[in-house]
């Protein structure tokens, strides 16, 4: 069965660094996804994307974020300047089209020292 | 403002009952609600979803059921298995286009073999 992976499952870095999350959807999804879910609370989106462009997102996602699809395989989230507060799972999710289930990632553990 | 929220944190059921889950939201313009399962270490995932011209909806072993006039969702599982110990959240989402799933706070299910 077909299914979103992520890579790296845990990232470790310094506060104020760059960080790259990297996502592959299942591969006849159009519309994909990411959401955060801080230790022991409740998981929360971020952004949505379609056709190469953001059609969603929340007050989370701030200018420290982007998105991109540089190829027709994978989806990143890039944290320009980490803080501790983005220590949490991030994540990745995908759906064949609007409105239709959201299939998630296994995460990835985000933790800034 | 939008809030999804689930009625009891921890439900601690004996393996082979059936295990009932309930989750309270309060935003009218959601339209389709969707609960997940998460198992620890892992992202959510999809279980069944219903929408709101629907009031059941089955899976195998599982049901879904909507109130829409008092804004209350249930999920029902059929002869619990060990293999059902997870935290269980409810989500919804919007009509208009919005892609965007805003997720509960998560009850966890506790199977007692």
């Known amino acids: 069965e077909p299914e979103v992976t992520q890579t790296p499952s845990h990232q470790v870095t310094q506060m104020g660094q760059e960080v790259i999350l990297r996502c592959v959807p299942i591969s006849n999804h159009l519309y994909f996804y990411w959401y955060r879910q801080i230790l022991g609370q409740k998981v929360e989106f971020l952004v949505s994307f379609y056709n190469n462009e953001i059609s969603e997102k929340s007050e989370i996602f701030d200018d420290q974020f982007s998105v991109e699809r540089p190829d027709g395989s994978n989806f990143t989230l890039k944290i320009r300047s980490t803080k501790l507060e983005d220590s949490a799972m991030y994540f990745c999710?995908?759906?064949?089209?609007?409105?239709?289930?959201?299939?998630f990632g296994p995460g990835t553990r985000l933790t800034v020292t | 403002g939008e809030s999804v929220g689930l009625h009891l944190p921890t439900l601690s059921v004996q393996e082979g009952d059936n295990s009932i889950i309930n989750c309270a939201y309060s935003?009218?313009?959601?339209?389709?609600f969707i609960w997940y399962k998460q198992e620890s270490g892992k992202g959510p995932q999809f279980i069944i979803d219903?929408?709101?011209?629907?009031d059941k909806r089955q899976g195998q072993r599982v049901t879904v059921l909507l109130n829409k006039t008092v804004k209350h969702l249930s999920l029902q599982i059929a002869a619990t298995q060990p293999g059902d110990s997870a935290v269980y959240f409810c989500a919804e989402k919007e009509t208009g286009g919005y892609q965007k799933v805003t997720f509960g706070t998560g009850t966890k299910l506790q199977v007692i073999p």
């Open positions: 219903i929408r709101s011209n629907m």
């Open positions: 935003n009218s313009a959601s339209d389709y």
């Open positions: 999710a995908s759906s064949v089209g609007q409105g239709r289930e959201q299939y």
